[in-house]
Nanobody
Framework: QVQLVESGGGLVQPGGSLRLSCVAS????????MGWYRQAPGKQRELVAT???????NYADSVKGRFTISRDNAKNTVYLQMNILKPEDTAVYYC??????????????WGQGTQVTVSS
């Protein structure tokens, strides 16, 4: 059974920092592209950042320079370090694991989400 379990969310003041963690089980973690997505109230889920099995990262323009995604394959864990947080970063943050097989079929898994609220 595949599980992605996020932690580290909470309430933080504007300008503050949080680090999200996502521990994966039931998959061969090292071969998956891992990602963080977020969904604010009334909005669609959007990409925040991804990191491939080889360590290549990709960020949404809105978080470039403020957020850093990283992974520890030995711990089956992906992290999202969030600095200089803004009220518009408030959302539920979801962990995602995805990979395409040799014929291009996508397999993807989602965590249950963790709430991040940026407010004074």
């Amino acid at each position: 059974q595949v599980q992605l379990v996020e932690s580290g969310g909470g309430l933080v003041q504007p300008g503050g920092s949080l680090r999200l963690s996502c521990v994966a089980s039931g998959i061969t973690f090292s071969i998956y592209t891992m990602g963080w997505y977020r969904q604010a109230p009334g909005k669609q889920r959007e990409l925040v950042a991804t990191i491939t099995s080889g360590g290549t990262t990709n960020y949404a323009d809105s978080v470039k320079g403020r957020f850093t995604i990283s992974r520890d394959n030995a711990k089956n864990t992906v992290y999202l370090q969030m600095n200089i947080l803004k009220p518009e970063d408030t959302a539920v943050y979801y962990c995602n694991a995805g990979r395409r097989n040799i014929v291009g079929v996508l397999t993807t898994y989602w965590g249950q989400g963790t709430q991040v609220t940026v407010s004074s």
